[in-house]
T-cell receptor, first 116, second 114 residues
Framework: EAQVTQNPRYLITVTGKKLTVTCSQNMNHEYMSWYRQDPGLGLRQIYYSMNVEVTDKGDVPEGYKVSRKEKRNFPLILESPSPNQTSLYFCASSLSYSGSRVNEQFFGPGTRLTVL | AQSVAQPEDQVNVAEGNPLTVKCTYS??????LFWYVQYPNRGLQFLLK??????LVKGSYGFEAEFNKSQTSFHLKKPSALVSDSALYFCAVRALNRDDKIIFGKGTRLHILP
C-alpha cells in the first residue's frame, strides 16, 4: 500500500531532551516536507526537500533540523525542544515539485508532540 | 510574498444543500492551487488541483473548484452536501517560480447539518 508513515504518533517529552520524528514514504517520491499544525494558524511548512541531499527552509524552521540521506526517509530533529514546539506535525511527500511538474502531496497520519 | 486567505473559520450547511468554501490567493505569476481535506485524527487528503487549462476543476467525492484569475479566487463547491463532508478544508497555493514553498490557508471547518 502506498503510504507515508510517521513515528511515533504520540510523544510527550521534556524541555531540552533531543528527539527525532521519523518519516518514510514507499512511493519513490522526490519531494518531501514537514509541517506543523496549530489551532488558528493552519499548516505551516518547516522544511522541505526537493531530492536526496537537498533541503531548504520553510516558513518556520527555527528549532528544527532535517536530513535527506535516502530518498524514502526524511527525519525531523528537535535538538533542544521547547514548549512552543508543542504541536501536531505532518510529513508529506510528492512525486515531484519542481518547475511545472507539480503534483499533489500525500500526508502521513501525524505526530502529536507535547513538550513539558 | 505569496499568501492564501480562507475568510471563514466555519461554514454550516444543511444536508442536501449546495456548499461553498472560499479561498483567495496572492502570488506573483501563475498560481498552482490545491484543496485538501482533513478528517478528525487523520492527515490531509488531496481533493483537487488547478495547474492550467479549464477554470472549473473536478475532484474527489463530488467536489469541484472554480479558478477565477480576475478575482484571485479558487472556491471549493459541491452541489449537494453530505453529512460525511463535515471536515476541515485547506486551500494551498504555490507560485510557478524557483521558490518551491507552498502556502496553506488556515483552514475552514465545514459542518453539514442533518
Amino acid at each position: 500500500e502506498a503510504q507515508v508513515t510517521q513515528n511515533p504518533r504520540y510523544l510527550i517529552t521534556v524541555t531540552g531532551k533531543k528527539l527525532t520524528v521519523t518519516c518514510s514514504q514507499n512511493m519513490n517520491h522526490e519531494y518531501m516536507s514537514w509541517y506543523r499544525q496549530d489551532p488558528g494558524l493552519g499548516l505551516r511548512q518547516i522544511y522541505y526537500s526537493m531530492n536526496v541531499e537537498v533541503t531548504d527552509k520553510g516558513d518556520v524552521p527555527e528549532g528544527y533540523k532535517v536530513s535527506r540521506k535516502e530518498k524514502r526517509n526524511f527525519p525531523l530533529i528537535l535538538e533542544s525542544p521547547s514548549p512552543n514546539q508543542t504541536s501536531l506535525y505532518f510529513c508529506a511527500s510528492s512525486l515531484s515539485y519542481s518547475g511545472s511538474r507539480v503534483n499533489e502531496q500525500f500526508f502521513g497520519p501525524g505526530t502529536r508532540l507535547t513538550v513539558l | 510574498a505569496q499568501s492564501v486567505a480562507q475568510p471563514e473559520d466555519q461554514v454550516n450547511v444543511a444536508e442536501g444543500n449546495p456548499l461553498t468554501v472560499k479561498c483567495t490567493y496572492s502570488v506573483s505569476g501563475n498560481p498552482y492551487l490545491f484543496w485538501y481535506v482533513q478528517y478528525p485524527n487523520r492527515g490531509l487528503q488531496f481533493l483537487l488541483k488547478y495547474i492550467t487549462g479549464d477554470n472549473l476543476v473536478k475532484g474527489s467525492y463530488g467536489f469541484e473548484a472554480e479558478f477565477n484569475k480576475s478575482q484571485t479566487s479558487f472556491h471549493l463547491k459541491k452541489p449537494s452536501a453530505l453529512v460525511s463532508d463535515s471536515a476541515l478544508y485547506f486551500c494551498a497555493v504555490r507560485a510557478l517560480n524557483r521558490d518551491d514553498k507552498i502556502i496553506f490557508g488556515k483552514g475552514t471547518r465545514l459542518h453539514i447539518l442533518p
